[in-house]
């Protein structure tokens, strides 16, 4: 009998199992996969959005710049030389007693203003008035010993004459009169003495001026000449200015001093340097250069008849060193300072020109040009950080300078660069 036909399936192979190479791989390719997504959602999200957007429209940089402009003046421009300085007294006292005592009594108060001469304060006298009468009674003790001896020579003189007494007798008793006349010479010298140290009892005015506070009071024993004294006195009126000049000013100044008096003014201005305190005129000079500082110290006198300066104040001062007629003069603040040296802007034809300058001397905020600005009536003051040459221009009056952004703004749209087209 035949065999049945097998219809069983037949029998495969097991499957590999996988190797660790495949499974790195596998791993490392999912990985990059997430970093790919991350990296482009990063860049979508993030990066894309930071991208400059292409320029619309017109160049804004070609835009007309709004500016404002100052004339170029000539007139006469005085040459100043300005420094700082410190306000002195004229005068200056310290009042010290010279003799010792007790203080009875001030007769002044603290701020007062007095004249020289006049009572500031009194020490007590009655040790000064008893050494005074002492001195006085030994002088008319020796006194009488010189009268008497004076009437004895007399009478010796008259006997020598009648040979009655010796020369040598007569001799001693002119030398016993010289002796008691220094004897009164000295004594004079003891009263006189006794009755200064009696007048140093009252203290005076040595100056006019104004006092300073009191650093002793009534009823306190003090010593003669001590060193911090009872107050000071400083006089104000006049009122000198101390201050310095560097060493290449020094010409200037020496000339504007052997100069006329009216043209060496001296102004001194408030510390904010805008407000004019006082006019004065320059003094004196020192005698030679600070050679640690290279300046050399000036003295100024100010009337100062309004009390308006005051003793160690701090000034700002300006002394006139001369006048340039008909000099040519700009604001400081339209120089702009270059490699090429100072320069300005002008404007010709809307447009912005660069002017390289030679300057003079400088004061009151503006400053000379001696050269570079021939024809040139006005130069640029404010919108100059927006300039270069040949760029075009939009020059704004004074009332506008305050708009100046938005004018330049406005100019930048496309429709006004259109029309400066």
Request: hydrophobic share 40%; aromatic share 4%.
């Amino acid at each position: 009998m035949p065999a049945a036909p097998d219809h069983s399936l037949p029998e495969t192979a097991p499957a590999a199992p996988p190797t660790p190479t495949s499974i790195s791989t596998a791993r490392l390719l999912a990985w990059l996969l997430v970093v790919g997504l991350f990296l482009a959602a990063l860049w979508f999200f993030l990066l894309r959005n930071t991208q400059p957007e292409p320029p619309k429209g017109p160049n804004q940089w070609a835009a007309p710049v709004a500016v404002r402009v100052a004339p170029v003046t000539r007139h006469d421009f005085t040459v100043q030389a300005q420094s700082i300085g410190t306000v002195t007294p004229f005068n200056a006292v310290t009042v010290r007693s010279r003799v010792a005592g007790t203080l009875l009594k001030v007769h002044v108060t603290e701020g007062q203003s007095i004249k020289t001469g006049q009572l500031l304060a009194e020490i007590d006298s009655k040790p000064y008035e008893v050494a005074l009468a002492q001195a006085r009674g030994q002088q008319r003790q020796n006194q009488a010993q010189l009268k008497n001896a004076r009437s004895e020579l007399a009478r010796y003189r008259q006997l020598f004459e009648q040979d009655s007494i010796a020369r040598l007798q007569l001799e001693r008793q002119e030398a016993l009169v010289q002796q008691l006349e220094g004897t009164q010479l000295a004594d004079q010298a003891q009263v006189d003495e006794a009755q200064l140290q009696l007048s140093y009892t009252r203290i005076t005015a040595p100056i006019s001026g104004q006092v300073g506070m009191r650093r002793v009071d009534a009823g306190n024993l003090i010593a003669a000449n001590e060193a911090d004294g009872l107050f000071t006195i400083v006089q104000t009126q006049p009122i000198h200015v101390l201050f310095t000049v560097p060493e290449s000013q020094v010409a200037a100044v020496r000339a504007a001093q052997r100069g006329p008096k009216e043209g060496a003014t001296v102004q001194a201005w408030d510390r904010d340097n805008r407000q004019l305190l006082a006019t004065g005129a320059l003094d004196s000079i020192d005698n030679q250069i600070d050679i640690t500082t290279g300046t050399l110290r000036i003295k100024a006198q100010f009337g100062n008849t309004d009390d308006v300066l005051f003793p160690n104040q701090f000034v700002n001062i300006r002394l006139t060193l001369s006048t340039l007629n008909e000099a040519t003069t700009i604001p400081s603040d339209a120089i702009q300072h270059g490699s090429q040296g100072s320069y300005v802007y002008v404007v010709d034809n809307g447009k912005s020109h660069v002017r390289v300058l030679e300057l003079g001397p400088s004061s009151g905020g503006r400053t000379v040009v001696l050269k570079g600005l021939e024809g040139s009536s006005s130069v640029v003051l404010e919108g100059l950080d927006r300039l270069r040459e040949g760029r075009s221009v939009i020059v704004v009056d004074e009332s506008q300078s305050s708009t100046l952004d938005a004018a330049t703004e406005a100019a930048s749209t496309p429709a006004a660069l259109s029309t400066n087209r």
